[in-house]
Nanobody
Framework: VQLQASGGGLVQAGGSLRLSCAASGFIGSVNYMGWYRQAPGKERELVARMAPSGEANYADSVKGRFTISRDIRKKMSYLQVADLKPEDTAVYYC?????????WGQGTLVTVSS
């Protein structure tokens, strides 16, 4: 199983980005997919995740600004990030939970300038 995250970059405060995660190497559907982030000197934290039902959950800090979505057929996950703030600066990772195991992508860096 491989995950490839992309879409990060340098953006001014208030700007937007669309992060993408391409999954491959597995058959069937995943149990959960999610996005996490890790800022310098901090622990990795959950940003958003989506259950097989399509129900989404978000960290309080990003509610109303970030939107997780998926394309099951293409095995893609997306994180639309908007109204970015300097404190959103981090490496963003995608993750799937499939057949009892977690699989992580390599991360994509989002830097928000003030």
């Amino acid at each position: 199983v491989q995950l490839q995250a992309s879409g990060g970059g340098l953006v001014q405060a208030g700007g937007s980005l669309r992060l993408s995660c391409a999954a491959s190497g597995f058959i069937g559907s995943v149990n959960y997919m999610g996005w996490y982030r890790q800022a310098p000197g901090k622990e990795r934290e959950l940003v958003a995740r989506m259950a097989p039902s399509g129900e989404a959950n978000y960290a309080d800090s990003v509610k109303g600004r970030f939107t997780i979505s998926r394309d099951i057929r293409k095995k893609m996950s997306y994180l639309q990030v908007a109204d970015l703030k300097p404190e959103d600066t981090a490496v963003y990772y995608c993750k799937i939970y499939w057949r009892g195991a977690d699989y992580w992508g390599q991360g994509t860096l989002v830097t928000v300038s003030s």
